[in-house]
């Protein structure tokens, strides 16, 4: 039963991972809504070249 | 945006998501048996090959979502296949984090050049190359056209690469294998966990998928502001 | 059919004459590939027994890095000069250009490994006369240079080129180095034809829907 260190390591590093990863895409998310956003908000402010 | 019925859509995905996910952790730490020589370690099995199949189904989308791109050239397709190779390669990753943990905990060495292993660890350069032709690529369009022909001849390569690295191990045997027998209650927790790890993929692609094409709506603003 | 076959002997041609002029790649991937046998003998002593067991793998590992230098070359070389649009602007099939570019490439491979290998064997004192390894030899380049064809052309346009080329050629090459490095064990060691038979046939195969493949994808690889 000693091994149970292992397996206690392999899911907590799976979680870790995937729980990274999806925070991750969350971060993303947030940025690309922002940046969405400012973009509706602010019509024409580029000036044509 | 999104009317009702898809964010319940959604919201019930990501519900029955968790749900399986909570019966997996049951089957495989409570439901299914001690395995007899290896103890509890070998629980570690009911994550590591549902993980394998699922980044193998990821790389799947791939290969189909490259080809459908190259055809239709639809920014959907090319996210779809970004978003899965993405996940593929987190899927891939902890297989073999998985794969080498099992290994140290069961036999007291981090690595083992076993047939699996290795092909996954293959497997796993190809798809990380993927990301990087698009990360290396000087425009999206090109990264789109290039890494989809990657996930094309990547994908060819999978059945060719795992048949030379079989054969190989097969002429040059460790004295470690991986496997061993499955009683029906194992075959069931695993049938669970490749479930659970399914409908985790799907949500992660979904969502991955919604976010590079979005990424690619906002670049198509930029560019009709600048006209 | 033959217009094609013209087509691809102009650009295969091409190249041979600017190679054979400036004998700029040829020579230096050479002195590497030399190189490389020799570090590769202080890394691992040559002189022990192990020799026998580990002599392939030495070859195919110099083989490779040299290949690799040589394949970073084959659309670099149409890059620097501008030439890929004039090659783009022939009205001819997009793998006339792949198959030009591809007798190139595995011409120049065949020269290397025609100086290296007999210098191979006699630094690590084999025998000399090897067929079967030549057979080897051409299997494992066609194999090496198809992939790595399409894939010059790939990196061609993205940055990094030069790291870029062997991070998406070498997991793709495996099937053929370890078949390469099998088979030849197999000659070294003077074995029947039986026991090569099996990695034989799947370099065979490798060779063959690479090839395919390659001709495919290529259109999808050179546009613009």
Same mark, same amino acid.
């Given at each position: 039963?000693?091994n149970?260190?292992?397996?206690?390591?392999?899911?907590?590093?799976?979680w870790?991972?995937? $729980? &990274?990863?999806? $925070?991750?895409?969350?971060?993303?998310?947030?940025?690309?809504?922002?940046?969405?956003?400012?973009?509706?908000d #602010?019509?024409?402010?580029? =000036?044509?070249? | 945006? @999104?009317?009702?019925?898809?964010?319940?859509?959604?919201?019930?995905?990501? &519900?029955?998501?968790?749900a399986?996910?909570?019966?997996?952790?049951?089957?495989?730490?409570?439901?299914?048996?001690? /395995?007899k020589?290896?103890?509890?370690?070998?629980?570690?099995?009911?994550?590591?090959?549902?993980?394998?199949?699922?980044g193998?189904?990821?790389?799947?989308?791939?290969?189909?979502? !490259?080809?459908?791109?190259?055809?239709?050239r639809s920014?959907?397709?090319?996210?779809?296949?970004?978003?899965?190779? /993405?996940?593929?390669?987190?899927?891939?990753?902890?297989?073999?984090?998985t794969? #080498?943990?099992w290994?140290?905990?069961?036999?007291?060495?981090?690595?083992?050049?076993?047939a699996?292993?290795?092909?996954?660890l293959?497997?796993?350069?190809v798809?990380?190359?993927?990301?990087?032709?698009?990360?290396?690529?000087?425009e /999206?369009?090109?990264?789109?056209?290039?890494?989809?022909?990657?996930? %094309?001849?990547?994908?060819? +390569?999978?059945?060719?690469?795992?048949?030379?690295? +079989?054969?190989?191990?097969?002429?040059?045997?460790?004295?470690?294998?991986?496997?061993?027998?499955?009683?029906?209650?194992?075959?069931?927790?695993?049938?669970?966990?490749?479930?659970?790890?399914?409908?985790?993929?799907i949500?992660?692609?979904?969502q991955?998928?919604?976010? @590079?094409?979005? =990424?690619?709506?906002?670049?198509?603003?930029?560019?009709?502001?600048?006209? | 059919? !033959?217009?094609?076959?013209?087509?691809?002997?102009?650009?295969?041609? @091409?190249?041979?004459?600017?190679?054979?002029?400036?004998? =700029?790649?040829?020579t230096?991937?050479l002195?590497?590939?030399?190189?490389?046998?020799?570090?590769?003998?202080?890394a691992?002593?040559?002189? #022990?027994?192990?020799?026998?067991?580990?002599?392939? &793998?030495?070859?195919?590992?110099?083989?490779?890095?040299?290949?690799?230098?040589?394949?970073?070359?084959?659309?670099?070389? /149409?890059?620097?000069? !501008?030439?890929?649009?004039?090659?783009?602007?022939?009205?001819?099939?997009?793998?006339?250009?792949?198959w030009?570019?591809?007798?190139?490439?595995?011409?120049?491979?065949?020269?290397?490994?025609?100086? %290296?290998?007999?210098?191979f064997?006699?630094?690590?004192?084999?025998?000399?006369?090897?067929?079967?390894?030549?057979?080897?030899?051409?299997?494992?380049?066609?194999?090496?240079? #198809?992939? &790595?064809?399409? $894939?010059?052309?790939?990196?061609?346009?993205?940055?990094?080129?030069?790291?870029?080329?062997p991070?998406? $050629?070498?997991?793709?090459?495996?099937?053929?180095?370890?078949?390469?490095?099998?088979?030849t064990?197999?000659?070294?060691?003077?074995?029947?034809? !039986?026991?090569?038979?099996?990695?034989?046939?799947?370099?065979?195969?490798f060779?063959?829907?690479?090839?395919v493949?390659?001709?495919?994808?290529?259109?999808?690889?050179?546009?613009?």
């Amino acid at each position: 039963m000693e091994n149970l260190g292992y397996l206690f390591a392999i899911y907590s590093i799976v979680w870790a991972v995937i $729980f &990274g990863y999806v $925070f991750y895409l969350y971060r993303k998310q947030r940025k690309l809504r922002r940046e969405m956003d400012s973009l509706r908000d #602010s019509p024409s402010k580029q =000036e044509p070249d | 945006m @999104k009317n009702g019925r898809g964010k319940l859509r959604d919201d019930l995905l990501v &519900g029955m998501g968790f749900a399986l996910m909570l019966a997996a952790l049951y089957m495989a730490l409570v439901y299914a048996p001690t /395995e007899k020589y290896a103890g509890a370690v070998q629980r570690i099995f009911y994550f590591h090959v549902p993980l394998a199949w699922v980044g193998f189904l990821a790389f799947l989308v791939v290969f189909i979502g !490259s080809i459908l791109y190259l055809w239709k050239r639809s920014v959907i397709w090319d996210s779809i296949a970004w978003a899965s190779a /993405e996940v593929g390669v987190v899927f891939t990753s902890l297989v073999l984090i998985t794969g #080498s943990i099992w290994a140290k905990a069961a036999w007291g060495i981090w690595w083992t050049w076993d047939a699996r292993l290795t092909a996954t660890l293959v497997l796993w350069f190809v798809y990380v190359a993927y990301l990087m032709v698009r990360g290396y690529a000087r425009e /999206e369009s090109q990264g789109a056209r290039l890494s989809a022909v990657l996930g %094309i001849v990547g994908f060819i +390569n999978v059945p060719i690469v795992a048949l030379a690295i +079989n054969l190989w191990r097969t002429q040059h045997p460790t004295a470690l294998i991986f496997e061993g027998g499955l009683a029906p209650t194992m075959l069931v927790a695993l049938l669970v966990c490749v479930v659970a790890f399914t409908v985790l993929y799907i949500l992660l692609v979904r969502q991955a998928t919604s976010l @590079k094409i979005l =990424e690619s709506d906002i670049e198509n603003m930029k560019n009709l502001r600048l006209e | 059919m !033959s217009r094609m076959f013209a087509s691809v002997f102009a650009i295969f041609w @091409k190249d041979v004459l600017s190679e054979i002029r400036t004998k =700029e790649i040829v020579t230096a991937v050479l002195v590497f590939a030399l190189l490389v046998l020799v570090i590769f003998n202080f890394a691992f002593d040559a002189a #022990s027994g192990t020799t026998a067991r580990i002599a392939p &793998g030495i070859l195919w590992v110099a083989f490779t890095f040299a290949g690799i230098l040589g394949l970073n070359r084959v659309f670099a070389v /149409e890059k620097e000069n !501008s030439s890929l649009a004039g090659l783009r602007l022939c009205p001819v099939d997009r793998m006339v250009i792949f198959w030009g570019k591809l007798a190139g490439s595995f011409t120049f491979m065949l020269v290397i490994a025609a100086v %290296i290998t007999p210098i191979f064997l006699v630094l690590f004192n084999l025998p000399l006369f090897l067929p079967r390894l030549a057979l080897i030899i051409v299997l494992a380049t066609l194999g090496f240079t #198809s992939v &790595g064809t399409l $894939f010059s052309a790939l990196a061609m346009n993205i940055r990094a080129r030069d790291i870029m080329l062997p991070i998406l $050629f070498l997991p793709l090459v495996v099937p053929v180095i370890i078949g390469a490095v099998e088979t030849t064990t197999c000659v070294l060691a003077g074995g029947p034809w !039986s026991d090569m038979l099996t990695w034989l046939e799947i370099m065979i195969a490798f060779d063959i829907i690479y090839l395919v493949v390659a001709t495919l994808m290529f259109e999808f690889v050179i546009e613009e």
